[in-house]
């Protein structure tokens, strides 16, 4: 067996290891298989023993980094960790090139894909095995650690449900059943067959999985469960495939699940059951993973390689082998067991690996059902639905904050050159008053400039309106004075609060009482109504508390209304939002606010690194959930977050501050997903990071 002569560093879950079957890798205390023994510590053995599968080709394929490398000369050690799915084929791309260059030692280990990329990112291997992609949070660690990686696909594999072959009542389970055997509600409850089917027996229900730091674990319980890491507790937990395999073939009431290559080499030992996903029983073979219909537990597999690893000669030789002709076909062998790429594929992988071209090509939430095209343009596919506009009709009716007002009547106004048929209408009653219209179902979207409130959420609740919350922009607050006005150019945060706090009502009226050096002049105040979520911050983030604030004051839902009093008259001064000021050069003049670190004005470059404190917030809009069903409303809304009007955002001609192309993405998807609910706890408002949309 191909696999024999490997060196596995198995990291197993659950303490000591049992005798292992003849599939995939025995463990280094397992009894050694029939076939040659692996050496502990020596460099794989010079003589290359005959190899019974994979065909040679017959003709001689076009040269290749693989085929050009002058083996002989190389020497070093390779270290591998991770997947115990993807062990069977590192394991034999490392016993075959181990015949090319035999001063290379490649040892790989098995702590599962989570375990493989804690030491990837520690910097302790140079290529981690991966079940799935990695994760954000491993993004996050490996960059912490200066590491970068070479994302790699490599091999399709068909996550695999089995049963002993003495079972006899099984050979066909729903998804739907599947989910009520693994899901969390299902620990200590779903401990019979017959539970799951009326027509199974009354037999105890053993369960065999992987662990939760297996690639395994995190996509069978996404595909299955509806979210990564959901699953029911009281099971066989282990990150080596090898004990599932010798607890299910042991015990007839046992289910469980793995890779399929230890399905392909454990012939008579297990029983792949069928899956319906929806259309039907399929089981996991070659031809039904490859044709995409094996559903919905089909996946690609990663190798990761550690980008300066990469420069070292042997891992530039053994990841150009890995990925070659010489070694790809073995992939989809009895000896290998899942399903090789296109040659096409594997040349334009090949060629991100030679280019050292770092980072992922997945998205968070992408994982299930994830296609490989991305890997032949070297790009991301669009997040966003296609629709045809020319077909779309109707009225879409958005109410609310005029803070955001600019950006959703941008994104109207090119949207209506798409969509010639669709009227969307965009009104002004603060962000409180189209909340209010929200939640009693006159409006399908609400501009906001503040999050949604707790009493604004059990009002929607009430009327059974769920919304999506989808930030939009980021605004800077701006505090604002005529152009006449010569004696402020800057106010620290504890000198608006001396006017603008409750107690100044009626006692703070003059410019001289905020600063000696001021003129003796009478002040006039403008801002927004209490029904803004302008108000709502500003208040907040000046004086300490939402809505506390004094009332003498002019106040305004429209903040056209505060330009014009503002622009009028020498003494006065007003705050809004800071498209307003880019749209009304001459008129008003910002001011410099010092929040702690010195004067900062707004700008788009201040608002987008946050050194404009406190006044920087997000933007956003709610989207009514049954609204989001409605073919223009997608359309609508996946425009408005799309690289194809987000770039208007961030121009003169609306005023704002546009988020990243990876929040927008994620944002997107968010709608997509129909996620509803908010994602801002309350006291949060202030200082508040988007972060939490990509799952952080």
């Keep these: ?136 949070e491993e993004q996050e660690a490996c960059a912490k650690n200066g590491i970068e990686f070479i994302e790699l696909p490599v091999a399709y594999d068909g996550l695999s449900v089995i049963v002993s072959p003495q079972n006899d009542w099984v050979t066909c389970l729903t998804v739907a059943e599947l989910k009520k055997m693994w899901e969390p509600e299902a620990q200590g409850v779903i401990t019979n067959w017959k539970q799951i089917r009326d027509s199974f027996p009354d037999r105890p229900l053993a369960l065999f999985g992987a662990g939760t730091d297996s690639g395994t674990f995190d996509y069978f319980t996404e595909a299955i469960n509806g979210k990564a890491k959901a699953s029911r507790g009281d099971y066989q937990a282990t990150e080596d495939d090898n004990v599932t395999i010798v607890g299910v073939s042991g015990d007839v009431n046992a289910i469980g699940y793995l890779g399929y290559a230890y399905v392909v080499e454990n012939p008579g030992k297990i029983k792949p059951i069928a899956i319906d996903g929806g259309k039907g029983c399929v089981e996991p073979s070659f031809e039904t993973i490859a044709n995409g219909t094996y559903i919905p537990l089909s996946r690609p597999l990663f190798i990761y390689v550690n980008k300066k690893a990469a420069e070292r000669p042997e891992v530039q030789a053994f990841v150009n082998y890995y990925l070659s002709p010489e070694f790809t ?83 109207a106004e090119e949207f209506s050159k798409l969509a010639q048929n669709v009227r969307v209408s965009v009104g002004i009653s603060g962000t409180g008053g189209g909340f209010k219209k929200f939640c009693n179902g006159e409006t399908d979207i609400s501009n906001a400039s503040r999050p949604i409130s707790q009493e604004e959420q059990e009002a929607c609740a009430k009327n059974g309106i769920e919304f999506i919350e989808l930030p939009v922009a980021y605004d800077g607050l701006s505090v604002i004075v005529s152009p006449q006005n010569d004696w402020v150019t800057c106010l620290t945060v504890a000198e608006l609060k001396k006017m603008w706090e409750p107690e100044a009502q009626g006692v703070i009226t003059n410019w001289k009482q905020i600063r000696d050096s001021f003129p003796d002049r009478p002040l006039a105040l403008f801002g927004a109504g209490t029904d803004s979520g302008t108000f709502d911050y500003f208040t907040e983030a000046i004086n300490g508390k939402a809505k506390a604030s004094r009332g003498d004051y002019q106040a305004t839902e429209d903040d056209n209304v505060t330009i014009v009093g503002v622009s009028g008259d020498v003494n006065a001064i007003g705050y809004l939002g800071y498209a307003y000021v880019v749209e009304n050069p001459g008129k008003i003049k910002p001011i410099a606010i010092d929040g702690g670190k010195g004067c900062v004005e707004p700008s788009f470059e201040t608002i987008a690194n946050g050194t404009y404190i406190p006044l920087s917030r997000p933007l956003f809009i709610y989207v009514n959930k049954k609204a989001a069903e409605r073919p223009e409303v997608q359309a609508f809304v996946n425009y408005y977050l799309s690289p194809e009007f987000t770039p208007i955002i961030q121009t003169p001609q609306v005023g704002y501050v546009k988020l990243s192309d990876q929040l927008y993405a994620a944002i997107a998807k968010r709608f997509n997903d129909r996620v509803v609910g908010t994602l801002v706890k309350p006291g949060e408002e202030v200082g508040l990071t988007l972060d939490r949309y990509l799952g952080k």
């Design 1 to 136: 067996m191909l696999m024999a002569l490997i060196v596995p560093v198995i990291a197993a879950c659950g303490g000591q290891q049992t005798a292992q079957p003849t599939a995939a890798p025995a463990p280094t205390t397992a009894p050694a298989p029939t076939a040659a023994p692996a050496q502990t510590t020596a460099p794989a053995p010079t003589a290359a023993p005959a190899q019974t599968t994979a065909p040679a080709p017959t003709a001689a394929p076009a040269p290749t980094a693989a085929s050009t490398t002058d083996y002989a000369s190389l020497q070093g050690d390779i270290l591998v960790d991770g997947s115990s799915t993807v062990y069977p084929v590192t394991a034999a791309a490392a016993e075959e090139f181990s015949k090319l260059a035999q001063n290379v030692r490649v040892s790989v280990g098995i702590s599962g894909t989570g375990g493989g990329f804690k030491k990837f990112c520690n910097g302790e291997t140079d290529i981690s095995n991966a079940s799935r992609p990695i994760s954000q």
């Design 329 to 411: 076909p073995i992939i989809q062998t009895p000896q290998v067991g899942y399903v090789k790429l296109s040659d096409q594929l594997y040349a334009a992988i090949a060629k991100r690996f030679n280019d050292r071209v770092v980072g992922t090509l997945v998205r968070p939430g992408e994982e299930v059902g994830l296609t490989l095209d991305r890997y032949l343009t070297g790009e991301l596919p669009s997040s966003v639905p296609t629709f045809d506009y020319t077909k779309l009709s109707g009225d879409i009716l958005i109410d609310g904050s005029s803070t955001v007002y600019p950006v959703t009547a941008a994104a």
